[in-house]
């Protein structure tokens, strides 16, 4: 059973581009977290999806930034307009449908580190 | 404001040696606390601690919470080059699913 998968691993981009990762959970789950990772920080949490919903996005900034998790296809993190504050890494998380379940482990991905130049 | 503060920052030490990492952390509605391993990749989950007083253990790894006083520990006991990461400490506050982490503890373990 393949671990959550983000692709790709490193992305490059300049100021004013466009940047979209990727990230496919665990086969099963239907929960995916984004988390950014400023460097020599740690992991700050920015937004929740369920297939075609949006839990919460109240750790992602308003502007610029959007999520998506379709009923098809990977969950992508886009970042219009990135600017070199947007450097970091960005790591997925994902977890089973929780049901009733409080507690609830998730797992994650290998991140992407994107460097705006 | 919820947070999570982990000590020391880093750490370094010789291979054999016990370390002790602290977390504490101010929560609202406190459920559950992590532990995971960051190498240069996904951060590996090691605990989670629910209850006071009950210590986890796997290998050469255990943990502990204390609920009254806020904080857990994680001790590494003979430790290994093998061990050298970042360990973060997370807690899942207010719903099911937001993590707070600290910005973790880098230990470097020297042969």
């Known amino acids: 059973n393949a671990g959550v998968m983000q692709n790709p691993r490193h992305l490059v981009r300049r100021r004013g581009q466009e940047a979209r990762l990727r990230c496919s959970p665990m086969k099963g789950h239907s929960h995916v977290y984004w988390y950014r990772q400023l460097p020599e920080e740690g992991l700050k949490f920015m937004v929740y999806?369920?297939?075609?919903?949006?839990?919460?996005e109240s750790g992602m900034p308003k502007e610029r930034f959007s999520a998506e998790f379709p009923k098809e296809g990977p969950s992508i993190l886009r970042i219009q307009q990135v600017v070199r504050g947007d450097s970091a890494a960005y790591f997925c998380?994902?977890?089973?449908?929780?049901?009733?379940?409080?507690?609830?482990?998730?797992?994650f991905g290998p991140g992407t580190r994107l460097t705006v130049l | 404001e919820d947070k999570v503060v982990q000590s020391p920052l880093s750490l370094v030490v010789h291979e054999g040696d016990t370390v002790t990492l602290n977390c504490s952390y101010e929560v609202t509605n406190f459920r559950s606390l992590l532990w995971y391993k960051q190498e240069k990749k996904a951060p590996t989950f090691l605990f989670m601690l629910?209850?006071?007083?009950i210590e986890k253990k796997s290998g050469r790894l255990s943990s502990i919470l204390d609920k009254k006083e806020l904080f857990s520990i994680l001790n590494i006991t003979a430790t290994q080059t093998g061990d050298s990461a970042v360990y973060l400490c997370a807690v899942l506050g207010p719903g099911t699913y937001k993590y707070i982490f600290g910005t973790g503890t880098r230990l470097k373990v020297l042969a």
């Open positions: 629910t209850s006071s007083g």
């Open positions: 999806l369920q297939k075609e919903n949006i839990i919460d």
């Open positions: 998380a994902s977890s089973p449908s929780t049901g009733t379940v409080s507690y609830n482990e998730q797992f």
